[in-house]
């Protein structure tokens, strides 16, 4: 008669704990108390507003993953100086707003509700976001445009001053004198309706005004004749526009 003498293998313990409310024993994986609802307070909420939101205002830091516990959000951290993060979270926030209070708490909340999250609380973040967005980028669009217009206004007004050197030059040379008025020079009518309310000659030296794309001072060139015998040389020293925007002229 064979006899076995292998002793059975000990059960391994169960995984319990109590319940707080009613010390009802549970499993330790179990969140809700079967017997009388009590939710354990190792449970933490995920709200569906919250993860719409870091989604929308910082989902190109990946926040909104962090939110959910999910540790792929250092992928967005890792990109995050490209535009694809943004892009993606946008496309996230959209389908967390659109999902079922339901399902959501299913996924991300263990089947636990917190009551119904309001969609216009949603649609608020929403259009809030959107506004925002679209305010920086006009922003990034405008700042560029208004830069290159101003420069771009600038230099014309370079332009002008350089016409308008050579025209006093050329009569200096003819009449050896130094103008005393705007009228004394031969200038287009065009050119004087444009930029005379901007010049002022006072016994030969020329001070013309400069405006930044027509609004803001952007300094005073001032342009001294020095005769030198038949030469006629331009000292702009005394002026406050920066040099770089100096006619050709000054030296």
Not at 119 to 135: D, S, Y
């Amino acid at each position: 008669m064979h006899i076995n003498t292998m002793s059975a293998r000990p059960e391994s313990p169960r995984s319990t704990s109590h319940c707080e409310n009613c010390a009802t024993e549970c499993s330790t994986h179990t969140l809700r108390c079967e017997k009388c609802g009590h939710v354990s307070s190792r449970f933490t909420y995920r709200s569906r507003v919250a993860a719409s939101a870091l989604a929308l205002f910082g989902g190109a830091l990946g926040l909104h993953r962090f939110y959910l516990g999910q540790w792929r959000g250092v992928i967005y951290l890792l990109f995050c100086w490209t535009p694809v993060p943004w892009l993606v979270a946008l496309v996230e926030c959209i389908i967390f707003m659109t999902t079922d209070q339901r399902r959501w708490n299913q996924r991300y909340n263990h089947g636990i509700g917190n009551g119904h999250e309001s969609a216009r609380v949603l649609a608020v973040f929403l259009i809030t976001g959107f506004l925002l967005i679209a305010g920086a980028l006009i922003t990034s669009l405008y700042i560029p445009f208004k830069a290159f217009s101003d420069l771009s206004g600038l230099q014309n007004q370079v332009r002008a001053s350089q016409t308008l050197g050579k025209s006093a030059q050329r009569y200096i040379q003819q009449t050896g004198r130094r103008p005393s008025q705007l009228s004394d020079l031969s200038l287009p009518g065009a050119f004087t309706e444009k930029y005379g309310q901007h010049i002022q000659i006072v016994r030969g030296r020329i001070s013309m005004q400069f405006d930044n794309a027509g609004n803001a001072s952007a300094g005073e060139l001032i342009m001294e004749p020095v005769i030198v015998g038949d030469d006629v040389l331009w000292d702009c020293s005394e002026s406050t526009v920066p040099a770089v925007f100096h006619p050709n002229i000054c030296k």
